[in-house]
């Protein structure tokens, strides 16, 4: 569906498949307005981005897009009509898995042929993109102790320290108000190990106040950590209060920077890429450009023998069985199905349902139902293989195109693709998100140029020239990997040149808050 797509240089409306009964406008179109395309007139106006009826549509009927369902009518709909969430509506249908029936033989590029970026190489043979000290916390109740020995790193103090890329705090706001074990405390101790163990980190301390439920024990036991040159833990009780625990906190990481400074990068291929895929204030145009771009340079990623994490179990409902027909065997595909029922079960539980998404933004972008934004989201996970599904901050061992369980809410599904090892955030964005996400460079891709133009200090790279400028998928998605490699590599990326990172990291929170 992604990089098949042959769209036209600003053609009036984008036709995805020949068999779907609405276009999307590519520009505002009148009322009145002939499409002659499409041999209809427009009944009403069309913003742009918003779908328009090609053809009668009977209350009931499927309506299609990418050859997909993306919902039902739900009054008669007559061609030219604007389709959208007054006549169109979500309810449940069969969809047909057929597990492994797209699966085909990844053509992977000869090692000596790879491409490189200069990286950090770690001694457990991770790659690292960027080389950071981290303080992170145990529990909400050390959040001020760890910023404000992160704050003593501010300013000139690392001048003497060029390798070392800053010394940051990452606070959240659960580890306690929840059972002593099971699922609440398994995924929150998941996502602390995860970052713990990042590469992006030449040094980690760890930060509790000492009588939490995430107890810094149960995590050590449980992951077999010891103190070491590169990660050294405290609580604030033991060491006789705030005050006392800063100038402690502050010693101790102060032993880390002359270790953290004597890291170099040099080169590797891009196996050692693993990318967060991620997509925030969609639009229409999401599932038009810039997604299936990505998904063409995720193609390329895996072809190089990297890693790709597509994530937000929410914003694949209903597109699941594209994934589930690239599943590399029925267990693969088995465990993304779970994870959809576990979603299905947890939002009934919380008296919600799945389509509570789209948010009000992306309607205003001319999205209209979960199903027609998971068509879009997927796209970004490209062609091949779909190798692994993993729970949410669970580390990635496979290579290629894997899925993590997670929130469609980006800090918080972020929060776990970085602990499951991502070393890049391509994040994709037609209303204009600004986001990024220390230690790990987040890459922005805008979906559409007016907002391009009008957030070009947030925005790395602009997909609305495959629409405007008829720039095939391809091209685009090789020019966004040649980025991810110049990123990873040092280059800022404008959300680290903005100073963003500090304050996304959101462990999800499962289960009940006591």
């Given at each position: 569906?992604s990089?098949?797509?042959?769209i036209?240089?600003?053609?009036?409306?984008?036709?995805?498949?020949?068999?779907?009964?609405?276009?999307?406008?590519?520009?505002?179109?009148?009322?009145?307005?002939?499409?002659?395309?499409?041999?209809m007139?427009?009944?009403?106006?069309?913003?742009?981005?918003?779908k328009?009826a090609t053809r009668d549509?009977?209350?009931?009927?499927?309506?299609?897009?990418?050859n997909?369902i993306?919902?039902?009518?739900?009054?008669?709909?007559?061609?030219?009509?604007?389709?959208?969430t007054h006549?169109c509506?979500m309810?449940?249908f069969?969809?047909?898995?057929?597990?492994?029936?797209?699966?085909?033989d990844t053509?992977?590029?000869p090692?000596?042929?790879?491409?490189?970026?200069?990286?950090?190489?770690?001694?457990?043979g991770?790659?690292?993109?960027?080389?950071y000290?981290?303080?992170?916390?145990?529990?909400?109740?050390?959040?001020?102790?760890?910023?404000k020995?992160?704050?003593?790193?501010?300013?000139?103090?690392?001048k003497?320290?060029p390798?070392?890329?800053?010394?940051?705090?990452?606070?959240?706001?659960?580890g306690?108000?929840?059972?002593?074990?099971g699922?609440?405390?398994?995924?929150?101790?998941?996502?602390?190990?995860?970052?713990l163990?990042?590469?992006?980190?030449?040094?980690?301390?760890?930060?509790?106040l000492?009588c939490?439920?995430?107890?810094?024990s149960y995590?050590?036991?449980?992951?077999?950590?010891?103190?070491?040159d590169?990660?050294?833990?405290m609580?604030?009780?033991?060491?006789?209060g705030?005050?006392?625990?800063i100038?402690?906190?502050?010693?101790?990481?102060?032993?880390m920077?002359?270790?953290?400074?004597?890291?170099q990068?040099?080169?590797?291929?891009?196996?050692?890429?693993?990318?967060?895929?991620?997509?925030?204030?969609?639009?229409?145009?999401s599932?038009?450009?810039?997604?299936?771009?990505?998904?063409?340079?995720?193609?390329?990623?895996?072809r190089?023998?990297?890693t790709?994490?597509?994530?937000?179990?929410?914003?694949?409902?209903?597109?699941?069985?594209?994934?589930?027909?690239?599943?590399?065997?029925?267990?693969v595909?088995?465990?993304?199905?779970?994870?959809i029922?576990?979603?299905e079960?947890?939002?009934e539980?919380?008296?919600?349902?799945?389509?509570?998404?789209?948010?009000?933004?992306?309607?205003?972008?001319?999205l209209?139902?979960?199903?027609?934004?998971?068509?879009?989201?997927?796209?970004?996970g490209?062609?091949?293989?779909?190798?692994?599904?993993?729970?949410y901050a669970?580390?990635?061992?496979?290579?290629?195109?894997?899925?993590?369980?997670?929130?469609?809410?980006?800090?918080?599904?972020?929060?776990g693709?970085?602990?499951?090892?991502?070393n890049?955030v391509?994040?994709?964005t037609?209303?204009?998100?600004v986001?990024?996400?220390k230690?790990?460079?987040?890459?922005?891709?805008?979906?559409?140029?007016?907002?391009?133009?009008r957030?070009?200090e947030?925005?790395d790279?602009?997909?609305?020239?495959?629409?405007?400028?008829?720039?095939?998928?391809?091209?685009?998605?090789?020019?966004?990997f040649?980025?991810?490699l110049?990123?990873?590599?040092?280059?800022p990326?404008?959300?680290e040149?903005?100073?963003?990172g500090?304050?996304?990291?959101?462990?999800?929170?499962?289960?009940?808050?006591?």
């Open positions: 569906m990089s098949e797509l042959i036209p240089r600003a053609p009036q409306v984008v036709r995805l498949h020949k068999n779907d009964n609405v276009v999307v406008a590519r520009l505002p179109l009148a009322e009145q307005t002939n499409v002659a395309s499409e041999h007139v427009c009944r009403q106006a069309i913003a742009a981005g918003h328009v549509i009977l209350s009931g009927s499927e309506i299609r897009k990418y997909q993306i919902g039902f009518a739900s009054e008669d709909i007559s061609a030219g009509d604007h389709v959208h006549n509506a309810k449940s069969q969809r047909d898995y057929a597990v492994a029936s797209d699966c085909q053509e992977f590029f090692v000596d042929q790879r491409a490189t970026f200069q990286g950090y190489v770690r001694s457990d991770k790659v690292g993109t960027r080389n000290i981290g303080v992170l916390t145990t529990v909400n109740c050390s959040a001020t102790v760890a910023r020995i992160a704050d003593s790193f501010q300013g000139e103090v690392l003497d320290f390798q070392v890329d800053g010394v940051v705090a990452l606070v959240h706001n659960t306690c108000g929840m059972a002593s074990d699922e609440g405390l398994d995924t929150l101790q998941r996502t602390l190990f995860g970052y163990n990042h590469p992006n980190f030449a040094g980690v301390l760890l930060v509790g000492g939490e439920s995430s107890q810094i995590l050590n036991q449980r992951y077999q950590l010891d103190e070491s590169a990660f050294q833990f609580t604030i009780q033991q060491y006789g705030t005050r006392r625990s100038d402690e906190g502050v010693k101790r990481i102060q032993t920077l002359e270790r953290a400074n004597q890291a990068r040099q080169t590797v291929d891009a196996s050692h890429l693993c990318v967060a895929l991620q997509c925030g204030g969609s639009d229409a145009y599932g038009i450009t810039a997604n299936p771009a990505l998904g063409a340079a995720v193609d390329l990623v895996v190089h023998g990297g790709a994490i597509l994530a937000e179990t929410p914003e694949i409902y209903g597109a699941e069985h594209l994934l589930t027909r690239r599943a590399v065997s029925t267990e595909a088995d465990k993304l199905i779970e994870r029922r576990w979603w079960n947890y939002t539980r919380n008296h919600g349902n799945m389509d509570n998404n789209p948010s009000p933004g992306n309607k205003a972008g001319g209209t139902t979960i199903l027609e934004k998971s068509l879009g989201s997927a796209a970004k490209g062609t091949t293989n779909l190798t692994a599904v993993y729970k669970e580390q990635v061992t496979e290579k290629g195109f894997v899925f993590m369980d997670s929130p469609g809410y980006d800090p918080a599904s972020v929060t693709e970085v602990a499951s090892g991502a890049l391509c994040f994709t037609g209303r204009g998100s986001f990024g996400f230690p790990v460079p987040s890459i922005k891709l805008a979906t559409n140029t007016a907002m391009f133009e957030m070009n947030d925005m790279l602009n997909c609305g020239v495959i629409l405007d400028q008829g720039v095939s998928l391809q091209d685009m998605g090789e020019q966004i040649q980025y991810f110049d990123v990873a590599s040092g280059q990326s404008k959300s040149a903005l100073g963003f500090d304050n996304e990291f959101t462990p999800w929170v499962v289960g009940a808050v006591m």
